[in-house]
Each structure stands twice: as C-alpha cells, then as structure tokens.
C-alpha cells in the first residue's frame, strides 16, 4: 500500500536533496504562471489588438463610402453557391446616382444572390475601386478575441515546454546526486563482513 506524503519537498528530512527543492520551487512558479500570467498576456494581448482592430476599422470608414446601387445585368460567371447564399460575393456592374455627378456605372463586388434590378450596398475607396467594407464591431471583438486566446495559449505552451526542459534537467542533476550518494555509501555495502 501507497502512502502519499505532501509538500515533502518543503519540509526539512534527510531523504530532500536539493534537486527536489528546486522542482518544488518550479511546480509552484509554473502554476502560477499558468493560472496568472497567461491569461494577463491574453487580456493584454486582446486589449492591445482589440484597439489596434478598432483604429483600421475607424480609418477605412473614414476613407470608404458605402453606396446603395442597383445590379445592371448578371455576371458572365456566376459562383455556383447554394440558392440564397448571400456570403460569397462576386463581381458585377452595378448603377447608381451620385449627388452632383449623375448616374455613374462600375464594376463592384455583389453577394452572390443579387440578381439583375436588386438593390445592392457596395463601397468604394477614395480612388472609385470596389473594396471589401470596413469590419463592424463583431469582426473587431472577434479578432481581439482570437489574438487574446492565441496569445494566452502560446504563453501556456512556452511555460509547460520550459517546465519539460527543466524537468528532464532537474531529473540529470538528481542522478548524479543519486551517483554521488552510492559512490559514499556503497563500497560499506559491498565490502565483505567478517
């Protein structure tokens, strides 16, 4: 039967070597780095590109305009996409009337449901290209998420591949303590008695 003593390494006796005080010390110094620092490195890492993700958004609304246009004819090629799947977009001309300049005509992306006189809203950049439009607050909180469990995950990986390296370390240093011992002790155990 197995008896199980706990914080052994803490207390002083004459089987601790210093080897088990020094991984005592790291078993505690990983935990707290597992169950402190990274999730801080997440939430600071998440914090950091939430900001940064905001800003891009916040520039690109600034420097796009969202137009509503209506599809002039369908495209040549349309993506085969399920009948009412309105995520993939594709490209076709579509028309609408700008304040100032008339009736204007460009070749812009448009969901793949949009049929020929269907209302679209498409964006444009400051020199007339069609872009992609700027990501709203979900798309931001998402990519802040991301990086934050990405960053936090990393940080865990790193400390357990640093707690491997330091335990295969720690487990060379006590065999050779263990080798020093028997070195002392074991000729008064092979030596013959009279």
Known sequence: MR????GWRWRRNPLRRRADVVEAWTVL?????????APLVGVFAGLHAHDEAR???AA???????????????????PSAPQGDRRQ??????????PG??????WAQVPAGAR??????????SRGRSVAPPPGDVAVWQHAVTVGLCAAGGTATAVYLG???????????????????WERTGPRWTQPRM
């Open 163 to 181: 707690r491997v390296i330091q335990r295969r370390i720690a487990l060379r240093h006590r065999l050779a303590e263990w080798e020093r011992e």
């Open 60 to 78: 690109q609304r600034a420097e796009r305009r969202e137009v509503r246009a209506v599809v002039v004819g369908d495209p040549a090629e349309r």
């Open 29 to 37: 110094l990983v935990t707290v780095l597992l169950c402190v620092a």
């Open 55 to 57: 800003a891009l958004a």
């Open 101 to 106: 300049k008339g009736v204007r005509t460009a």
């Open 89 to 98: 977009a594709y490209r076709a001309q579509v028309r609408w009337t700008e």
């Open 116 to 125: 020929a006189g269907e209302p679209v809203s498409v964006w444009f950049d």
């Open 3 to 6: 008896t199980r003593v706990r």
